[in-house]
């Protein structure tokens, strides 16, 4: 069976995954979501992937849902494991060892909005909306304002979901949603920018630094700084950190071994 997603090789370090089925505006199916998980997979375990690039095809990023197949389903059984598919792709963006960013033209909403505030950097095209309607056909959007809770404040995150209205990309930036906005022939060009430079550090140091920020989110003042004085700590044993202080004081560029 043909896949809606696609993997997009960029260049040696940097790669791109594809939601790809315009007729549903790239809707997060119980499909679409099972081939994202593996593609996400997929790069994540890919020793030369350093960055992952995450965009929809045709007029806009994601619409979220299939809701023909969601009412289709009938049974919460199944309603419980499309949702439950839908948590493992956002996680596995937050857990992966790999930064991914989002690059969003026309709509992201509501899985689709959430698929946006799960990757660790985000940008759009100026006229780019983003949006969780759920309230609009009577279903809340519980599961997409777990993601995007975690990225904007509550009083504009409550407007959001009570009133299902989208947002501009100019407010999206200004309530940390996403990082920026660019006019649509520059969104390539800007994304790429970021991407190579994130791709020029060591493999090694983002990865465990990826992981330290998500996990000190959730903790305590005291118990965060003592996790990432450990991580610090192991970082800092690894040659990586070695060669880059050497680098530094040097005033050469580093050489990493992503070890």
């Given amino acids: 069976m043909i896949s809606n997603i696609k993997i997009k090789k960029i260049d040696r370090e940097i790669s791109s995954i594809i ?3 315009k007729k549903t505006y790239n809707s997060l199916s119980f499909k679409n979501l099972n081939d994202l998980l593996k593609a996400l ?17 045709g007029k806009g990023f994601s619409a979220g849902h299939n809701l023909k197949e969601v009412q289709g389903l009938k049974k ?27 690059k969003v033209h026309g709509a992201a909403f509501a899985a689709g909005c959430q698929l946006v505030a799960s990757c660790d950097l985000a940008y759009s095209t100026s006229d780019a909306l983003f949006a969780t309607p759920g309230v609009n056909i009577g279903l809340f959007c519980s599961t997409p304002m777990v993601a995007v809770s975690r990225k904007i404040n509550r009083k504009p995150m409550m407007k959001m979901l009570l009133t299902g209205e989208p947002i501009k990309a100019t407010y999206a930036k200004e309530v940390n949603l996403i990082n920026d906005c660019f006019p649509k022939s520059k969104l390539n060009s800007e994304v ?9 550090k060591s493999n090694l140091t983002i990865k465990i630094g990826k992981q330290a920020f998500y996990k000190q989110l959730e903790m305590p003042l005291r118990k965060a700084y003592a996790y990432t004085s450990k991580m610090m700590t192991l970082n ?24």
């Fill in 19 to 21: 939601i790809d089925e």
């Fill in 76 to 102: 919460r059984d199944k309603y419980q494991k499309l949702f439950s598919l839908c948590s493992k792709v956002m996680i596995q963006i937050v857990e992966g060892r790999k930064p991914v960013i989002a």
């Fill in 236 to 259: 800092m044993m690894a040659m990586d950190a070695k060669e880059g202080i050497s680098a530094f004081l040097e005033k050469r560029k580093p050489k990493w071994k992503n070890k």
């Fill in 41 to 57: 997979k997929k790069l994540d375990n890919d020793k030369k992937v350093k960055v992952v690039i995450l965009e929809g095809a």
């Fill in 192 to 200: 790429l920018k970021i991407a190579k430079k994130i791709a020029s």
